[in-house]
Nanobody
């Protein structure tokens, strides 16, 4: 049974930082591209960042480029999202996901999803 479990969300002031973690189990982690997405109330799920299975390549949405950094530790079956310079519009539920396509910005290319962690940025 595949599980992805996110942690690290919470309440932070505008301009602050958070680091999200996602621990995977039940799959060969190093064979999957990993991604981070978010979904705000009333909005569609939005791509944020993706990293290839090796960790050599990363890709970001324009909305977070330069502020967010995705990384992974295959030995720990963990993917991270470092979020800096947070803004109130970053408030959402954040999800990690695993894809057999190595890396992709498309929601439909991801095979497994975590349950999400809430990030709230106050102004």
């Amino acid at each position: 049974q595949v599980q992805l479990v996110e942690s690290g969300g919470g309440l932070v002031q505008s301009g602050g930082s958070l680091r999200l973690s996602c621990v995977a189990s039940g799959l060969t982690f190093s064979s999957y591209g990993m991604g981070w997405f978010r979904q705000a109330p009333g909005k569609e799920r939005e791509f944020l960042a993706t990293i290839t299975w090796s960790g050599r390549n990363t890709y970001y949405a324009d909305s977070v480029k330069g502020r967010f950094t995705i990384s992974r530790a295959n030995a720990k079956n963990t993917v991270y999202l470092q979020m800096n310079s947070l803004k109130p519009e970053d408030t959402a539920v954040y999800y990690c996901a695993a894809s057999v396509y190595n890396s992709s910005p498309r929601v439909g290319d991801y095979n497994y999803w975590g349950q999400g962690t809430q990030v709230t940025v106050s102004s």
